[in-house]
Each structure stands twice: as structure tokens, then as C-alpha cells.
Nanobody
Framework: QVQLVESGGGLVQAGGSLRLSCAAS????????MGWFRQAPGKEREFVAA????????YYADSVRGRFTISRDNAKNSVYLQMNSLKPEDTAVYYC????????????????WGRGTQVTVSS
């Protein structure tokens, strides 16, 4: 089992920044791909970003590429999502997820999920 706990969400004005963190416990963190997903009210969950086991590869949704940066610190069992130039359409609950070898953009392929952290961007 892998336990994931997100933090860092909040209310921010458009154009602002937030940094989300996800702390993992339970298994060897470096054995897991990590992903960030989000779900806005009334919408389906969508892929945001993913990072490979040791951080050598990163992937982004087109809607966030150039504004968001995913990173990880395996010594701290943590993954991060730096979000800059936030827009009202980024408002959602953000979830981190872990899997040994997922299809990185497919939420259904991740075995472990956190409970999420709310991000609200005001216009």
C-alpha cells in the first residue's frame, strides 16, 4: 500500500501561483511513477502532469504546459506541482496518484490516490 497526502491548495487570484505537495508513505517511493490529476465540479477527472520514477521524464497536459512544473524529491518521498500564471479554469480538486508503471495520462491505470486538495482561482 502507498498512502498519499496532498497539501498546498488554496484561493489565489488569476495570474498568481501555488505549489502543491504530495507526501507518500508505505512503499519505496522511487519505485512509483507519480501523477497529478484534477477534477472540476461537474466535469470528469483529467490528467495534469506526470513524472517518471527518478524524475528523468515529465509529461503535461496541453492546457498546463509552460505554466505548471512537476518535480519530485525521492529522499523526501514527495512530489510537487508548481503552478504559475493560474487561470480561473484551473479551479479544481487536485489529486496526486502513484503507480509502478501506469499509462501516465490515464487515471484508471494508477493504483493509489490521495484525497485531494482544493485549488480555487478567482478572476
Amino acid at each position: 500500500q502507498v498512502q498519499l497526502v496532498e497539501s498546498g491548495g488554496g484561493l489565489v487570484q488569476a495570474g498568481g501561483s501555488l505549489r502543491l505537495s504530495c507526501a507518500a508513505s508505505g512503499r519505496t517511493f522511487s519505485n512509483y511513477y507519480m501523477g497529478w490529476f484534477r477534477q472540476a465540479p461537474g466535469k470528469e477527472r483529467e490528467f495534469v502532469a506526470a513524472i517518471t520514477w527518478h524524475g528523468g521524464g515529465t509529461y503535461y497536459a496541453d492546457s498546463v504546459r509552460g505554466r505548471f512544473t512537476i518535480s519530485r524529491d525521492n529522499a523526501k518521498n514527495s512530489v510537487y506541482l508548481q503552478m504559475n500564471s493560474l487561470k480561473p479554469e484551473d479551479t479544481a480538486v487536485y489529486y496526486c496518484a502513484a503507480d509502478r508503471s501506469p499509462t501516465y495520462y490515464s487515471g484508471g491505470s494508477y493504483d493509489y490516490w490521495g484525497r485531494g486538495t482544493q485549488v480555487t482561482v478567482s478572476s
